[in-house]
Nanobody, 124 residues
Framework: QVQLVESGGGLVQAGGSLRLSCTAS????????MGWFRQAPGKDREFIGT????????SYGNSVRGRATISRDNAKNMVYLQMNSLNPEDTAVYYC?????????????????WGQGTQVTVSS
């Protein structure tokens, strides 16, 4: 069993940046493709991006491409999401997920484990 914990959320002004972190207990994250998703009130969970096991390949959703960077440090068992140029539409609960599928995937159903999420609020 993998337990994921996100951190780094908070209140930020429009135009600002945040770095979210995801760590795990129970298993090493290097065994998983990792993804970041977000869910705004009243909306479906949205794909942000994903990173392969080694950290050398990433893929991003259209709404954040160019503003988001996912990275990982397998030695520290950590995955990160850097978000820049934040705007109020980025306000959401941000989740990390771990997938046993060996390839990059943006499908929620491919992720086996999820964290509880961290709230990001962007003020205008």
């Amino acid at each position: 069993q993998v337990q994921l914990v996100e951190s780094g959320g908070g209140l930020v002004q429009a135009g600002g940046s945040l770095r979210l972190s995801c760590t795990a207990s129970g298993r090493t994250l290097s065994s998983y493709v990792m993804g970041w998703f977000r869910q705004a009130p009243g909306k479906d969970r949205e794909f942000i991006g994903t990173i392969n096991r080694g950290g050398g390949s990433t893929s991003y959703g259209n709404s954040v491409r160019g503003r988001a960077t996912i990275s990982r440090d397998n030695a520290k068992n950590m995955v990160y999401l850097q978000m820049n140029s934040l705007n109020p539409e980025d306000t959401a609960v941000y989740y990390c997920g771990a997938s046993q599928i060996p390839t990059l995937t943006r499908r929620q159903v491919d992720y086996d484990y999820w964290g509880q999420g961290t709230q990001v609020t962007v003020s205008s």
